[in-house]
């Protein structure tokens, strides 16, 4: 039950702070949005005009640029996101503070713990070699381990965004009590984002302008969300809070 009230509890920051997650989230998914739109629109263009194997070195240039501006967006918005939770830090207009330090903090980390994840992941990796490729079960495994390893170290993050160092095996420790909850976390997230994405789709599809906006929303809403879970599973197993608090 502690992964249902970790969920929910994440889930109800983002719904009772909407006006603030509003704020926050706007601009940086927006310019996130802008930046692929830009790409979208510019690459045909591109193609037609200096021929397929020309269009390819810019094709990717673009698409390059367009991820990296994406991502900075996405660490703009978590972390004012995790500092708002943890910190009380309201967002005074519709342009949130951009704490370079803080940014590069986290995406330094989040790299790290990507890069953990797949060297502890590498015996799996050669299993399913010698099995002969990633199947579908094992595809599920795979996807579960790397999630599971995530949440697990997960607290990193909030702890960079709000200025304070953790070590990787500090969270690792720190979370062993929630190693359960952790399991039905990701159940939970899975099923979320699965329906949302069924939501974004059937949107995108019936109404494509107005689909289209309710797409980006939903991108950041999800964004907000797993932050949001990220920042509970810190409070909780790192700085003690109870869930109940509505601060953590």
Do not use: C
């Not at 918005?77 to 910190?87: E, T």
């Not at 500090?170 to 329906?195: E, F, H, N, Q, Y």
């Not at 994405?197 to 929303?217: E, K, N, Q, R, Y």
């Amino acid at each position: 039950m502690q992964g249902w009230k970790i969920f929910v509890h994440a889930l109800s920051m983002v719904v009772r702070n909407w006006r603030e997650a509003l704020r926050i989230a706007l601009l940086p998914t927006a310019l996130g949005a802008v930046a692929f739109v830009v790409v979208g629109v510019a690459l045909p263009q591109s193609h037609s005009a200096s021929g397929e194997v020309a269009a390819r070195g810019p094709m990717i240039l673009a698409g390059l640029i367009s991820v990296l501006i994406w991502v900075l967006a996405m660490a703009w918005m978590l972390v004012n996101w995790h500092r708002f939770i943890l910190l009380s830090e309201y967002p005074s207009g519709w342009l949130p503070p951009l704490r370079r330090d803080a940014i590069g903090a986290y995406l330094w980390r989040l790299v790290q713990m990507i890069l953990m994840v797949i060297v502890a992941l590498i015996p799996f990796v050669v299993l399913m070699v010698i099995l002969g490729g990633l199947t579908g079960v094992l595809q599920m495994i795979w996807v579960g381990l790397m999630a599971y390893g995530f949440y697990r170290i997960s607290p990193i993050l909030p702890a960079a965004a709000v200025g304070e160092t953790l070590g990787i095996r500090a969270a690792w420790d720190a979370t062993r009590p929630g190693a359960g909850a952790i399991v039905i976390i990701i159940i939970l997230s899975m099923v979320v984002t699965k329906l949302a994405s069924v939501i974004d789709v059937l949107l995108t599809g019936s109404i494509p302008v107005l689909g289209a906006i309710l797409s980006i929303m939903l991108t950041a809403a999800l964004g907000l969300l797993n932050a949001s879970i990220l920042t509970t599973i810190y409070g909780y197993y790192i700085d003690g809070r109870p869930l109940g608090d509505a601060s953590d």
